[in-house]
């Protein structure tokens, strides 16, 4: 199986950036399609976007088409989630996750997740 650690979560303003990062081990991460959910507070766990193993295929959420850009590094066993022009509803935790299926899902290994915060 494989652990995930996400990172380069924080307090930005809106209109703002931040890059999200999640890093993977135990397993070759290029087996994996990978994933980027969120939650924001009082709601359900909602996908945000997700890539193929070879990076070539993408998937976006309608609301972050634009604005939010996903990629992975297989020699750094490394996802990545850009996030530009950030509102206060992209407020919530990011989760990272992973599927041996394709990058429709299901995904069933998942980070421990990492909070962005955007402020009006």
């Known amino acids: 199986q494989v652990q995930l650690v996400e990172s380069g979560g924080g307090l930005v303003q809106t209109g703002g950036s931040l890059r999200l990062s999640c890093a993977a081990s135990?397993?070759?991460?290029?087996?994996?399609?990978m994933g980027w959910f969120r939650q924001a507070p009082g709601k359900e766990r909602e996908f945000v976007a997700a890539i193929n193993r070879s990076g070539g295929g993408t998937r976006y959420t309608d609301s972050v088409k634009g604005r939010f850009t996903i990629s992975r590094d297989n020699t750094k066993n490394t996802v990545y989630l850009q996030m530009n022009n950030l509102k206060p509803e992209d407020t919530a935790v990011y989760y990272c996750?992973?599927?041996?299926?394709?990058?429709?899902?299901?995904?069933?290994?998942w980070g421990q997740g990492t909070q962005a915060t955007v402020s009006s």
């Open positions: 996750a992973a599927t041996l299926g394709n990058y429709y899902g299901p995904f069933d290994s």
């Open positions: 135990g397993r070759t991460f290029s087996s994996y399609a």
